[in-house]
């Protein structure tokens, strides 16, 4: 199992309860994290990133806070089993190569009969058959992969909206998860002309699109 956060350790969990020895390769050490994103990111740390009127800025700090974590009860379950010799964990081992025989998996020297990625999803507009008519009858700029949006989530010059991993400029980090659903439904709703009360007040970002030349 290649990958650092939630999904590589209940891989490696779910292996040993079904009678396999996993391995678990991590270029990086575990990080323990209860959650996706710090708390912050449901107030103040929202509100400082839409503060941010630079898109490539934005860019970066989702790419530093979206790093994969492993709640503490995960954690001590994935110590118990390399106590019990049930799995083994080589954390700050970077992949370098795989082999296939014909019969079997070599994994930097490692035998194994499956190789599981769990190395995470990137998310780019340009990959999304949905988006294809979007990108090409209104271009927008898009900033490591990820089209910038208006405050409401609007694609500009449209009437469609966008939420999940490809509305991250507007919703920070939080946009994959459940927090970011509401936070983008929220935001549609009110641009429809719903009126109801926010459970995640947004402020107005100060950063607005600018329309791609057309091409």
């Known amino acids: 199992v290649v990958g650092g956060g939630l999904t590589a350790v209940q891989l490696c969990l779910g292996a040993v309860e079904r009678g396999a020895r996993p391995v678990l390769l991590s270029r990086a050490p575990l990080r323990e994290r209860d959650f996706d994103v710090r708390p912050g990111w449901f107030t103040y740390r929202l509100e400082?990133?839409?503060?941010?009127?630079?898109?490539?800025?934005?860019?970066?700090?989702?790419r530093a806070e979206r790093r994969g974590s492993v709640p503490a009860a995960e954690l001590d379950d994935l110590a118990t089993c390399e106590a019990r010799a049930e799995l083994d964990s080589r954390c700050g081992v970077a992949l370098r190569e795989v082999s296939w025989?014909?019969?079997?998996?070599?994994?930097?020297?490692?035998?194994?009969?499956?190789?599981?990625?769990?190395?995470?999803?990137?998310?780019?507009?340009?990959?999304e058959p949905l988006l294809d008519e979007l990108c090409r009858t209104h271009p927008v700029r898009v900033v490591a992969g990820l089209p910038?949006?208006?405050?409401?989530?609007?694609?500009p010059g449209t009437a469609v909206h966008v939420m999940g991993g490809l509305a991250a400029l507007q919703l920070g980090p939080i946009a994959r998860n459940l927090a970011g659903a509401r936070i983008a439904a929220e935001r549609i709703a009110a641009a429809a002309g719903r009126r109801a009360p926010l459970q995640y007040p947004a402020p107005q970002p100060t950063a607005t699109p600018t329309p791609a030349p057309a091409r």
Do not use: I
């Open 48 to 62: 400082r990133y839409q503060a941010q009127p630079a898109w490539d800025r934005r860019a970066e700090t989702l």
């Open 101 to 127: 025989s014909g019969t079997s998996l070599d994994v930097d020297g490692v035998g194994a009969d499956r190789l599981w990625l769990a190395t995470g999803h990137g998310y780019h507009v340009a990959a």
């Open 148 to 155: 910038v949006l208006t405050g409401d989530c609007l694609w």
